[in-house]
């Protein structure tokens, strides 16, 4: 009777070591949009469940194009509303001047969607369809590109602008097999594992690329010092009324990280000098938030690593967001 109560203990030990095992992989695992992307030479992915909380612009008016309200009418998605997740790769081209441009994009996203009414829009807008593992693939012309286009799940939709359909079909590839914690693409293996648990946004690769200019990433017009080929891997996590943002340079060696963190460091000094003549010229919010940011980067060095690490005010990711919003539609 012993004997047969320590093996009844000892199995339920078992599955509940199983169990928990299983949800520390789920827990610790790339989010689902992630695994599902093609190789790549970069990864975006964000959780938008948050920052809608944090920040309510799906609450924000919007002011749409018609195209776009179209779109919102034929298929009832709102994106900032219906939208909880994405994930995009990043696809270096060969010839940056060529029809594609400097990158192509494959994404995945996760929401709230009709399927029978993206369906009927998608059939009405395609050029073209394809049958592909029980899936059908749309194809629109958008601005000179071929966008392929399919819904992998009732939750979940798979796009690529890249100039044939091999990465369309690697994520359909990748969704029979979406079950297992571990697939993804190399890149994901390789540096996910560097992402800080808790991010709520975070990217990793060659995250420069569409904002690189002759060689060199350029942001809001300023050039930084860094070639376009740099390796980050960058991450936003919530806490305590801000964002806090941590940008990891991996460099080739400890001498390049070194001169990469003085280079920023000289720039972020430029920044905060020329910083009284930018909150004389923004409102009296705007600058307390944008000199919050400014005056919390830090920059240090980690052996082969140049780390970059700031606060972001919610106030300030407010305006950004909704300007972002307004922007884009």
């Not at 079909?169 to 969704?175: F, G, N, S, T």
């Amino acid at each position: 009777m012993r004997k047969q109560r320590r093996y009844s203990l000892l199995l339920v030990l078992a599955l509940v070591a199983s169990l928990v095992a299983a949800v520390w992989l789920r827990k610790t695992a790339p989010p689902e949009a992630a695994r599902l992307l093609p190789e790549s030479d970069a990864i975006l992915y964000m959780n938008l469940k948050p920052l809608r909380t944090a920040t309510h612009f799906d609450r924000s008016p919007v002011s749409r194009s018609p195209d776009y309200q179209h779109f919102v009418d034929a298929t009832g998605i709102v994106p900032e509303r219906d939208l909880d997740s994405a994930a995009f790769a990043l696809h270096r081209m060969d010839d940056p001047n060529g029809p594609n441009g400097p990158v192509a994009y494959s994404e995945v996203f996760e929401g709230r969607f009709d399927g029978a009414r993206l369906a009927r829009y998608l059939t009405s807008i395609a050029t073209s369809q394809e049958q592909y593992a029980g899936h059908t693939v749309f194809t629109i012309p958008i601005e000179g590109r071929q966008l392929r286009i399919t819904q992998l799940g009732y939750d979940t939709l798979a796009a690529s602008n890249m100039p044939t359909p091999e990465q369309i079909h690697a994520m359909l590839d990748r969704y029979r097999a979406a079950a297992s914690p571990f697939s993804g693409s190399s890149l994901l293996a390789a540096r996910y594992r560097d992402v800080p648990l808790l991010s709520s946004a975070w990217g990793i690769g060659h995250v420069g690329l569409p904002f690189s200019e002759r060689g060199r990433i350029t942001v809001f017009g300023l050039e930084l010092p860094l070639p376009e080929d740099t390796t980050f891997v960058a991450s936003l996590r919530y806490g305590l009324g801000a964002l806090h943002l941590r940008v990891e340079q991996i460099a080739p060696t400890d001498a390049d990280a070194t001169r990469s963190v003085e280079a920023l460091g000289s720039l972020v000094q430029l920044i905060q000098v020329i910083q009284p003549k930018i909150d004389a010229q923004a409102d009296k919010s705007d600058a307390a938030a944008v000199h919050e940011f400014t005056s919390s980067i830090k920059i240090e060095q980690h052996k082969d690593r140049a780390v970059l690490t700031a606060n972001l005010p919610m106030e300030l990711l407010r305006k950004l967001t909704a300007s972002t919003t307004a922007a884009s539609r």
